[in-house]
RNA sequence: GGAGAAGUCGCGUAGCUGGUCGAGCGCGCACGAUUGGAAAUCGUGUAACCUGUAAAAGGGUUCGAGAGUUCGAAUCUCUCCUUCUCCGCCA
């Protein structure tokens, strides 16, 4: 949610700043204003007449002793109760649809973003060179089903398109990029926190993906009120943002560093594309997420951490890769910034995202009411919200496998993963 | 899932025959006094949000959530949520 101080104040410059993202809000920003005033007028305007009510019905008690008549007192009150009751129902109208336009609206891009989508993002650096092989390489899909890795016939008998079975060393390779994902971090000093697969209304909207992609969830029935389902998390952030909602923090509390492995649930309706087959797009994906709280003033350099410990984690696996440095409108609706770390994979000749790691700022913030006090003041604060994937295996074991093939067929284990595996290269049995 | 009890200011509690109760007390915490320093003691203070303002002052809302009764609700009624105890069922 943005501030409506700002949006008040620099109406114009905020519109510029969403176009920049890609989001054409002239009208709904207008219209936010112009509630915004109606809100603040009625308000005023109804507070004078509480404190009316509140000054009189005072008084009542010392009337009654007084033994004076207070029935015209009651008539006059009562019309009062009435005329109020109305107004805080307008005013509840009013705050309805204004809510509604603010929680639609996304966050401001930073300001040394590039405008534009996609074709604009921007690789700052790159690491290592792409594979060269001397024999042809086979895709991970042939790969991991030669190998008997991955069944991914099984894995569509079981549950339809988009779904897989890791099986044997394939499932305890899964099971070692997890481990090495996570003994890295825990060795920085995070958290492991493991949360709820099944999240309620209010952890989407703190993070930010809902209203606006309340269909790219999966939702659970219950009953038939809406507002109690619970979905299926489709990131772990999604729980982790929501873990200090409507919490005042002390500045002692920050930074707060969590991670947490999770499987993710999207619906990733209409997305297939010929080139995104096995296992790089799917309805299910396992993925350990950092999420940071943070000062204002400390966001920036938590977000390079968070870039450096996403590129750790791929460095060690030694792969080649580049952080590209998105532009505004290909940030998510939440993000005031994001940098992918991109691993390349040979048979897609391409790179494809392993890591998105993004600073909300305050945005999510805002939305959750997760504020702190800082020392020896009263006063609250929003804190800030960064979060990045650390990382998600279903793009990395695909390039491990691509990248780490033999002529033979066979796959080398990375060093860092063959205290987990217990074998140096994978065969077939 | 069935039966019962309860949800009050950071914590523990008082209030629940409706009106000086946004709320008493204790603990905790902050500041001050005292002290060579500390403990103890004494004093003062101790919520969030909205509105308002240059900043204040002022006003409003909030006693699990929502709705209702009433001139007026922490106190009465209804619905929901949560917690605890017992039973059932299990990992």
Redesign the pocket.
């Known amino acids: 949610m943005l501030d409506?101080k700002l949006i008040r104040e620099n109406t114009e410059d905020v519109i510029a700043r969403l176009a920049a993202k890609g989001k054409e809000a002239r009208s709904e920003v207008e219209r936010i204003v112009e509630l915004?005033a109606q809100?603040?007028?009625m308000?005023?305007e109804?507070?004078?007449k509480?404190?009316?009510?509140?000054?009189?019905?005072?008084d009542?008690?010392?009337l009654?002793k007084e033994g004076a008549d207070?029935a015209p007192?009651?008539?006059k009150?009562?019309e009062?109760?009435a005329d109020?009751?109305a107004n805080d129902a307008r005013i509840?109208e009013i705050e309805t649809e204004y809510n509604e336009l603010m929680l639609g609206l996304p966050n401001l891009p930073d300001t040394d973003l590039k405008p534009g989508g996609k074709e604009n993002n921007e690789p700052i650096r790159y690491f290592g060179e792409p594979h060269i092989f001397d024999f042809e390489p086979k895709n991970h899909v042939d790969i991991c089903t030669d190998l008997g890795l991955i069944d991914y016939k099984r894995g569509t008998k079981l549950s339809g398109n988009g779904f897989w079975i890791y099986r044997g060393m394939g499932a305890r390779l899964e099971w070692a990029l997890l481990n090495y994902f996570i003994d890295t971090h825990l060795a920085d000093g995070y958290e492991l926190v493991l949360v709820p697969h099944m999240l309620g209304y209010e952890c989407g909207q703190t993070a930010g993906q809902f209203p606006k992609f309340k269909d790219e969830v999966y939702w659970l029935e219950r009953d038939k009120?809406d507002e109690?389902r619970l979905f299926m998390l489709p990131t772990a952030e999604t729980a982790l943002v929501s873990l200090h909602r409507d919490e005042?923090l002390t500045e002692a509390d920050l930074p707060r560093k969590y991670i947490s492995y999770t499987p993710c649930f999207r619906r990733e309706a209409g997305s297939y594309r010929a080139d995104e087959r096995g296992m790089v797009r799917g309805h299910q994906f396992n993925k350990v997420e950092m999420v940071q709280y943070t000062k204002p003033e400390d966001s920036d350099a938590a977000f390079e951490e968070l870039v450096g410990k996403a590129e750790a984690l791929v460095k060690g696996l030694g792969f080649h890769f580049r952080t590209v440095k998105l532009a505004a409108a290909d940030c998510s609706a939440s993000m005031a910034r994001t940098y992918d770390v991109e691993i390349h994979i040979p048979s897609m000749d391409g790179y494809k995202e392993v890591s998105s790691v993004s600073n909300a700022r305050d945005y999510q913030a805002r939305r959750g009411?997760i504020?702190f006090?800082r020392d020896?003041s009263?006063?609250?604060e929003f804190v800030h919200t960064l979060n990045g994937s650390g990382l998600a295996t279903s793009r990395i074991l695909p390039a491990l496998v691509e990248q780490n093939q033999n002529a033979d067929g066979s796959v080398n284990v990375p060093d860092v993963l063959r205290k987990y595996l217990g074998v140096d290269v994978l065969r077939r049995d």
């Open positions: 409506i915004d809100r603040r007028a308000i005023s109804n507070e004078a509480k404190a009316e009510q509140n000054k009189v019905n005072k009542i008690p010392r009654k207070v007192v009651f008539a009150m009562k009062l109760a109020i009751k509840a009120e109690r005042i009411s504020r006090k020896g009263n006063k609250t």
